[in-house]
T-cell receptor, first 114, second 111 residues
Framework: AQSVTQLDSQVPVFEEAPVELRCNYS??????LFWYVQYPNQGLQLLLK??????LVKGINGFEAEFNKSQTSFHLRKPSVHISDTAEYFC????????????FGTGTRLKVLA | NAGVTQTPKFRVLKTGQSMTLLCAQD?????MYWYRQDPGMGLRLIHY???????AKGEVPDGYNVSRLKKQNFLLGLESAAPSQTSVYFC??????????FGPGTRLTVL
């Protein structure tokens, strides 16, 4: 079955430290990949997406992600986090076969500490 | 542009009552979705629509019904609310195979 895994449910990190949030998906079929951010009491909003082209994707707020087809991963990174980055981050995948399902991971709560 | 709006923002129901959540989008998107978000469970798809007049079941459709009579609106109904339906409900819209745009959510409590 097609699935999206975010292994880390919570990631604490100190301000100005780098962070990586991990996302893996289950299938080797072609995919479109997304990262969304959800601030407290808000809906999700897009951080970045990969549809085709360069495997290194840059998004808003200094985030970037790299698509690794052989490892079926799309990890999100930021070299230096701020307190304002405290939020929940969701990886999402569209598997480009069959029913073209849009599947979200269960989310990673990033807590930036002063 | 307002994007995706949801009405109401908060609601408290008693067990057995019914209600309808309204989602509206002004981006002319074909696809619309209803999700529920519960602690530790991420987003779960309730129902979705790929065009006016069409709806389909998602991952957790039981106890909910939907209608998409107009392209810009997607309604989610609870016919007989249960405490297990206490949740935050999000509506989203998108073009096919692209970014989903989310509303601000509706916080529903069923007593």
């Amino acid at each position: 079955a097609q699935s999206v895994t975010q292994l880390d449910s919570q990631v604490p990190v100190f301000e100005e430290a780098p962070v990586e949030l991990r996302c893996n998906y289950s299938s080797s079929v072609s995919v479109y990949l997304f990262w969304y951010v959800q601030y407290p009491n808000q809906g999700l909003q897009l951080l970045l997406k990969y549809l085709s082209g360069s495997t290194l994707v840059k998004g808003i707020n200094g985030f970037e992600a790299e698509f690794n087809k052989s490892q079926t991963s799309f990890h999100l990174r930021k070299p230096s986090v701020h307190i304002s980055d405290t939020a929940e981050y969701f990886c999402a995948v569209i598997f480009l076969s069959g029913t073209y399902k849009y599947i979200f991971g269960t989310g990673t709560r990033l807590k930036v500490l002063a | 542009n307002a994007g995706v709006t949801q009405t109401p923002k908060f609601r408290v129901l008693k067990t057995g009552q019914s209600m309808t959540l309204l989602c509206a989008q002004d981006m002319n998107h074909e696809y619309m979705y209803w999700y529920r978000q519960d602690p530790g469970m991420g987003l779960r798809l309730i129902h979705y629509s790929v065009g006016e007049g069409t709806t389909a079941k998602g991952e957790v459709p039981d106890g909910y019904n939907v209608s998409r009579l107009k392209k810009q609106n997607f309604l989610l109904g609870l016919e007989s609310a249960a405490p297990s339906q206490t949740s935050v409900y999000f509506c989203a819209s998108s073009r096919p195979l692209d970014t989903q745009y989310f509303g601000p959510g509706t916080r529903l409590t069923v007593l």
